[in-house]
């Protein structure tokens, strides 16, 4: 189906039989109540192109413009009355579907540090880490040191070293996809131990 079309396609109920009760055509007497129970209804559009009309009355919508949809009630003399309704198909404007938003899976994640994957004891370094692609839903990520007697990281990815050793610092994003980074601490050279 073309997007003009489905601007206007809509299918609408009428009741026209209500319709035809409400103009007087179909209203028994009392007297004939079991003779009306065997008339016949017949439905016809005027512009099919604008409105078609199913045998049960239901109306459907085909293009802009008018038409009238006809009520012919046959009675059981064979004498016939008729009604219609006129029917008035606009253009309206579209509605724009909200788009549910695609998942973008974590791929992989990055990371560097900076100034060096050595350290000595009571010095830090700096993780850089991002996830791929760059346009993943989840961005989060989570730091974590295998052995935090030697070195430990906070949540913004700062290493400071506390003792003489290697640990591992693993990057971590939301779905599992991780990075880990092999850091090694130094004892304080006595070198640079200064006395006043």
Known sequence: MSKSKALWKRVVTFLLVSALVFTGVVMPSEEADAASAKKSVAYKSSKKSVATVSKK?????????????????????????????????????????????????????????SPSATLSAGTSAQITASV???????????????????AVVNAAGAVTGINAGTAIIKVTAANGKYKEILVTVVDIPVSSITSD
């Open 132 to 150: 791929l692609p760059a346009n993943a839903t989840n961005k989060q990520l989570t730091y974590t040191s295998s052995d935090t007697n030697v």
């Open 57 to 113: 009355g239901a109306v459907t919508a085909k293009g802009i413009g008018s038409a009238k949809i006809t009520v012919t009630v046959t009675g059981k003399n064979k004498k016939k009355k008729s009604t219609y309704v006129k029917i008035n198909v606009k253009d309206k404007t579209p509605v724009v579907p909200v788009q549910t938003p695609v998942n973008v899976e974590v791929t992989g994640v990055t990371a560097s540090i």
